[in-house]
């Protein structure tokens, strides 16, 4: 897949992590595990994704979680975004022979109309997701009222950064407690579904919720130290109603004109 111009402007390119990626990006299959054959990916997936829906990853590196996820139904679509041209070009094959779409662009800036996708999912990625309060906000506009973001990962968040650590481009990517990640997508307009904070992995689902981005909820579930032992999610979404009328959809998910099929990418 060629590289054209970036579709983020000064917005990716100024984004050290993109050089990161793109250097990283031929070995990243053999040194970095993809975390799909984990309990927790199978879990979250088997739970989360739905018939239908419209799915955008936000990090999708070489499309090793883009190709592992089971959309369900004619409808479902997914598409992959990536800072780094160098893991989209490895991504272009799994993409295609999954039928899934990938754009080139920034977490702060999504090349995407307003209401485009039902689900935003974040695997092994939401650390290098800067500035946090852009991100939300866009993570926001693009999903359709009762559409949801989740976070996870299949390692333990304390792993997680200790890697992280180790690493000078991405040394301040952490991931933050449960509870501060909580306070900050209440901020944005989301509503906490489920969070789990284990030794085998980390999970923050959330639900957009109508008001704009900048309406402040008051979180009220009065925990004081972050999660250790939460329960599997217990607020899985909600089918469409039988009765809501819904017009006829394009192949092509929402977006900007220049998303294009990965098989025609390349």
Do not use: Y
């Not at 990625?125 to 939300?136: E, I």
Request: aromatic content about 6%; some cysteine; glycine content about 10%.
């Amino acid at each position: 897949m060629n590289a054209p111009s970036d579709t983020q402007g000064g917005e990716g390119r100024a984004d050290p992590r993109r050089q990161f990626f793109d250097q990283a990006a031929g070995m990243w299959d053999q040194r970095v595990p993809a975390g799909t054959d984990s309990e927790a990916f199978t879990t979250w997936s088997q739970t989360w994704i739905r018939s239908g829906g419209a799915v955008l990853e936000v990090g999708c590196g070489t499309g090793r979680v883009l190709s592992a996820l089971r959309v369900r139904g004619p409808e479902g679509r997914r598409v992959g975004l990536d800072l780094s041209w160098q893991m989209l070009a490895r991504a272009s094959p799994r993409a295609a022979a999954a039928g899934a779409w990938l754009i080139q662009g920034h977490c702060a800036c999504l090349p995407f109309q307003s209401a485009s996708f039902d689900m935003v999912c974040i695997v092994n990625t939401f650390p290098h997701l800067h500035p946090l309060g852009k991100v939300l906000s866009e993570l926001h506009r693009v999903l359709r009222a009762g559409g949801t973001v989740h976070v996870l990962h299949t390692a333990s968040r304390e792993s997680v950064n200790a890697v992280h650590r180790a690493l000078s481009t991405v040394s301040d990517d952490m991931i933050a407690p449960a509870l501060e990640l909580e306070a900050a997508f209440a901020e944005a307009g989301f509503r906490i579904l489920c969070a789990e904070e284990q030794p085998t992995h980390f999970l923050l689902s959330v639900c957009r919720v109508s008001p704009a981005p900048g309406f402040v909820w008051t979180p009220v579930w009065g925990r004081t130290k972050p999660i250790l032992e939460v329960s599997r999610c217990t607020h899985p979404p909600r089918p469409p109603s039988p009765g809501r009328r819904r017009g006829p959809r394009s192949e092509a998910p929402r977006g900007r004109p220049e998303l294009a099929p990965a098989a025609r990418a390349r």
